[in-house]
């Protein structure tokens, strides 16, 4: 038994078959080109989305747009591999038309087309919202961290800068004093020579000019870090507690199908202020419905709780317990019972802590009030468990703790929806950062990154919606829509 060949590349074929003969009539591919096809660009604001009269024509923006989503869909968001791909790829060659952009042309259209790639993701989340696709009941708000086209190696504190610049200063010293000693060394001995003394002195000095400057610039504008290669970047956390410089992308997720409702780019190395933000821009683009917000711990600010309460979304926020600094969870501050009758805390040794005075910031006022009990501390035998202070226990309450009591309470009954959270909100993180390898940005500046991220998360709705209603039904509900989508 032989194997199974197949045909000779030299044969010829009276009848050529035809290029969509290599193409399921349930490909993904199919969507992208009936969709993209229906869109109006001019109305998007793409760029030569209306040919100049004049000149050479250049590539439509559709068909651009559509090797990028593509692109995105197969984990692949390099230019350069776009353009292979446009070459060797049968469903890339049948959705081109066998056109064959060079590298330029594609990094170009995602460059000059910065805010129309935004408006396209809005433009099917309309669409999405038009085929009932979105619960507006519950959604989940999260942010995960994007390492940006910026090493940690070019992003600098003030106190990085000082660092180096004292550094140099010692090695220009050094430098110095080996070119004063240069005449009395010894034959034997081998030194720099005097000219590459000086030579390394002058790298020096322009390096410390260099660090000069971008402390200035920290300076004037009152910045804590720079970073040049991507100006917008800034040194983040990521959830392995690796630091990285970043991008801290937020989205809200609708819970009926895992579809991304709106997203946000910030330079914010944590989530706090962004939970009114972005349930009120979902609330807006449900058309004003109340919905139930669900968000982890890092998102608990009773600013931004209340803000939410006041606009109709009810907020699911786990409160966050903060430590003592010993690290017995047994005396953390949740562990103190508060008695709204009597103002006073009681301790976990049963030990009454009165109020004392205010906390007060500057620009807040008054934020919280501070309970203590320094005379109790002094002779409880827990004193070393509790605290490390030699004075005794501080308990400071919120100035707006009755609410976050209600806001803890109301979590707390509805906790069979909160634990949905999770698989809800990191369902599009797991599948862009892991599934798709998009764990990091491309391009340079939040206006850049967010056109990139904009692909990405359109490439994963257009995914989910294939998958809940399959290719062929997808294309059958794109082809009976009578008008042209518009933004």
Wanted: glycine letters at 6%.
């Amino acid at each position: 038994m032989g194997y199974i060949e197949g045909q000779d590349r030299n044969q010829i074929i009276l009848l050529p078959e035809c290029i969509d003969d290599y193409i399921s009539e349930d490909s993904a591919v199919r969507v992208i080109d009936e969709y993209v096809e229906q869109l109006d660009m001019e109305a998007l604001g793409f760029d030569k989305a209306v040919c100049a009269p004049t000149g050479r024509p250049p590539y439509n923006p559709k068909d651009l747009l559509k090797l990028y989503l593509y692109g995105y869909l197969n984990r692949i968001r390099s230019s350069r591999r776009l353009e292979q791909e446009a070459i060797r790829n049968i469903e890339a060659i049948w959705l081109l038309k066998k056109l064959r952009p060079d590298f330029k042309t594609i990094a170009d259209f995602r460059k000059d087309n910065k805010r129309a790639l935004k408006a396209v993701f809005r433009d099917f989340t309309k669409l999405c919202d038009e085929w009932g696709l979105f619960g507006k009941e519950l959604v989940a708000i999260d942010g995960s961290k994007f390492r940006a086209c910026n090493s940690k190696r070019n992003n600098y504190s003030a106190k990085k800068l000082e660092r180096h610049i004292k550094y140099i200063d010692e090695k220009i010293d050094k430098y110095m004093q080996e070119l004063d000693e240069g005449d009395t060394a010894e034959a034997h001995d081998r030194r720099p020579t005097a000219d590459e003394i000086k030579e390394r002195l002058k790298e020096l000095r322009e390096r410390k000019q260099k660090y000069e400057g971008y402390k200035k610039r920290l300076e004037e504008t009152g910045e804590n870090e720079i970073s040049t290669t991507d100006p917008d970047a800034r040194l983040m956390c990521n959830n392995n507690n690796n630091v990285d410089v970043s991008y801290n992308v937020q989205t809200s997720v609708d819970s009926k199908h895992k579809l991304i409702a709106d997203f946000k780019v910030t330079q914010k190395p944590n989530d706090q202020g962004e939970l009114d933000n972005m349930a009120l821009r979902t609330k807006k683009l449900f058309g004003g419905c109340d919905f139930e917000a669900l968000a982890d711990k890092g998102y608990y600010k009773a600013e931004d709780l209340k803000k939410c309460v006041e606009n109709g979304i009810t907020p699911y926020v786990t409160r966050q317990v903060y430590s003592n600094g010993t690290g017995d969870r047994d005396f953390y501050a949740d562990r103190f019972q508060y008695e709204k009758e009597r103002n006073i805390y009681i301790c976990p040794a049963g030990k009454e802590l009165h109020y004392a005075r205010d906390r007060e910031t500057k620009g807040k006022g008054v934020i919280g009030h501070e309970y203590r009990n320094y005379e109790a501390c002094k002779h409880c035998e827990f004193k070393d468990r509790c605290t490390k202070s030699k004075k005794g226990r501080v308990i400071c309450r919120h100035v707006d703790q009755d609410f976050l009591d209600t806001i803890d309470l109301q979590t707390e009954l509805n906790m069979d929806k909160y634990k949905l959270r999770q698989m809800i909100a990191e369902h599009p993180f797991g599948t862009i950062k892991r599934g798709w390898g998009a764990y990091y940005f491309l391009t340079k500046g939040r206006i850049s990154v967010t056109a990139e991220i904009s692909i990405s998360f359109l490439a994963y709705n257009l995914k989910r919606v294939i998958n809940i209603f399959g290719a062929e039904e997808v294309l059958r509900m794109l082809r009976e829509k009578k008008k042209p989508v518009l933004a």
